[in-house]
Structure formats: C-alpha cells, structure tokens
C-alpha cells in the first residue's frame, strides 16, 4: 500500500541545516516536513552515546562528539546567536597546558608549552552538539518530522507541484516547494531529478566534496584526566598516527576523555577493521601519555566514509585543503523557485562548518518566504 503525504514545504535531511530551515519557515508561518532516511536526527552532527529519555524530553548524559565538536562565536554570529536562542550552555575548549608534537621515528614526544589560549575561542555545547539537534527538535510540532523516509525521486509537474517518492516510492509526497538540505554529491548520486538537473549544476555537484565523508574520529573515556595531571592540555599533533590530530573531549560535568582525528585513509581503515583500529589507537595513546591512557572505561569510534547518507564512492580521499563551496548560478530559480538547496556545501561563506548550515538554511528560508508574500 502506498502512503500519501502533502506539505507546503518538503525538507530532505534532518541535520542541522534541514531542521533550521523548518525552525525558521514556523516564525514565518509556513508549515514544512522533514524527511530524514536515517532513523535519528542530526545528519554529521552525532553525540555519543545515544541520549536518554524521559516522558519525551532528552536527559543530561555524558556525551561525546563524534562529528562537529566546535564552534567559534567570535567568527560565527548565527550559531552563537541560535545557542543563546536555545538557551545551550556552552563551555570553552580546554587548553591549559603543554601541548605535544609526535614525530615518531623512536622518539619521545616534543613538548611545548603553550603561553596563552588559541583566538578565537573554541567553544562546546555541554552533553555534546547533538543538543542543538534536540532543542531545535522541540520547537518543532511532532508531526513536522518523519524519520526513516529517503527521497529517491523528484519530479516537478506541469501543474507547479512537486511529487517525491520514498523507500522505494511506497511513500509519496505532494509538495509546493523542496528543499534539499544534503551534500550535492549525495543527492546527485541518489536521487532521480525529472526533469534532469541541469548539467552544469550536476557536474559541480559531483565535484563537491562532502564535509567530513573521507574522515574518522574516536573518542577514548577515562575515570581521571591523568594527562591534565601530567601539565599536559590533552592536545597532539602527530606525524606518524594513527590519530593526527588529538585534543581534550572531556563533558562538562561528566567523565574526562580524549578525542583525535584518524589518519588513515579510508580504504587502510575499511581493511583493518573498527578492533584492529581502535587497539592501535590505545597503543599510540599509551605511548604519547603513559598507560593509563590503554585502559579507557570507554571508547566510540565513527567512520563517516561508511556512513551511506553522508558519504559516497567519491568521498573517500581527503583534502589537504579546505574547499571552496556554494553553488553555480544553474541552482538559481531552479523549477521556477521549487526546488531550492541548503546543506552545508551550499554555504559560499562558511561552507563545510555548522555556521554554513545556518547560512544556507536562511538564504532558503529567504527565497521561500519571498514566494509566500
């Protein structure tokens, strides 16, 4: 049996930008759905472990971030705006202490003692990113949100309405407009336009490369912050890896952790396995703070290169560079101004960081707000 559903606005994907888009079309009025094909919220942005519920709202729990883990209000107006909105309790990065500089080859760890904090100031949300997800959620109706549902099809009519169907098209939406609210490369890959993109547009979208898709992170759990004890801020640069790039994860109230960025590629991951690679891991902690840091009451590892609603086959090698994003002038006034874009990778601005989710979340809810006036 096929299910009908209609809605003003349809919005595809539950991230941060998605759900933003819906939080600023309901100050204006305007009624949308999310459709998200996984079955939680929040897109990259992912907390571990999962939060706990009571009678429907999100318990403070120890979490940790397993996408996006900072933000910089000095540089970032919207989301220090929307955390002060939400009324998020944010907390700065820890940085006290010496940092250490890992060249491998034998050789014990440099290390430098840092004088004063970075600028601009980075900061966290306390029990992780993912309470911007669940505090957005909850300015929302119930009904505003559909999880589990993928768009695989898009087709705008003769008549000016847009028909998408999902899960195998056992699922059918009628909408006046759409927002795509995914990485270019993913929608391109997954889902049928009719009429066709237009080339341009769906050549620069294959060449758009997915924020975080090639990337891992882990993150290891400790009773104590044995490194702080150590004189030491938890932070590594290293040339021999695994883990790169490594810093402080502590919760604000909870247990102490280290969380590092993973150097290998995605292919070199996918073989040795999420056991091989985390003992690996241990053992390089181990050697860079003593051995106490091989014995963690915890350990979360996320590989977005496996993650199928972020990333594709042409995700999967990194870039040594930040890259350039926004889209063409083909996505201007695309099917008459129905079919419209947000996500990250839209942002001219801050492409690739939560502050360009906002940015391309706003400048659709711009355009669609316009055609309702």
């Known amino acids: 049996m096929t299910i009908s559903i209609k809605t003003p606005v349809a919005i595809i994907g539950g991230g941060l930008s998605g759900l933003y888009t819906a939080y600023l079309l309901q100050q204006h009025g305007i009624e949308s759905t999310v459709f998200e094909a996984r079955d939680r919220l929040g897109g990259r942005i992912l907390s571990m472990p999962p939060s706990k519920t009571e009678q429907g709202v999100a318990l403070e729990v120890e979490r940790y971030d397993l996408g996006p883990s900072w933000f910089w209000p000095d540089m970032q107006p919207r989301m220090d705006k929307l955390v002060k909105d939400l009324k998020l309790t944010s907390f700065p990065q820890h940085q006290t202490g010496a940092h250490l500089f890992d060249q491998g080859r034998g050789t014990a760890p440099q290390r430098h003692e840092i004088g004063r904090a970075s600028s601009p100031l980075s900061m966290r949300l306390s029990g992780g990113m993912q309470v911007l997800i669940e505090a957005l959620t909850l300015q929302l109706p119930v009904d505003t949100i559909k999880l589990n549902h993928q768009a695989t099809k898009i087709e705008f009519e003769a008549s000016g309405s847009v028909t998408l169907g999902m899960n195998g098209y056992m699922t059918t939406v009628k909408a ?21 993109l237009p080339e341009s547009l769906f050549n620069h979208c294959q060449n758009t490369m997915t924020w975080m898709a090639a990337h891992a992170k882990f993150v290891a759990v400790y009773n104590k912050p044995f490194w ?10 290293s ?3 695994p883990l790169v790039e490594v810093h402080d994860a502590s919760s604000l109230h909870g247990k102490p952790a280290l ?14 396995g999420s056991k091989a690679l985390t003992q690996v891991i241990l053992n390089q902690l181990s050697d860079l703070f003593g051995e106490q840091a091989a014995k963690p009451v915890n350990t979360f590892l996320t590989d977005w290169s496996e993650e199928a609603f972020t990333s594709t086959e042409q995700d999967q ?3 040594n560079s930040h890259p350039t994003y926004g889209l063409p002038a083909s996505a201007d006034d695309l099917w008459n101004g129905h079919l419209l874009f947000a996500g990250t990778e839209s942002a001219r601005i801050a492409g690739g960081y939560l502050e360009g989710a906002l940015e391309a979340a706003e400048l659709a809810t711009k355009k669609l707000t316009s055609n309702h006036t």
């Open 176 to 196: 006046q407009h759409v927002v795509l609210a995914l990485p270019p490369r993913l929608f391109s890959n997954t889902i049928q336009f009719t009429p066709s």
């Open 228 to 237: 702080r004890h150590q004189g030491l801020s938890g932070s590594v640069s």
């Open 239 to 241: 040339q021999t890896g």
């Open 259 to 272: 969380f590092g960025f993973v150097g290998i590629n995605a292919a070199a991951r996918k073989a040795a």
């Open 317 to 319: 090698a990194t870039s």
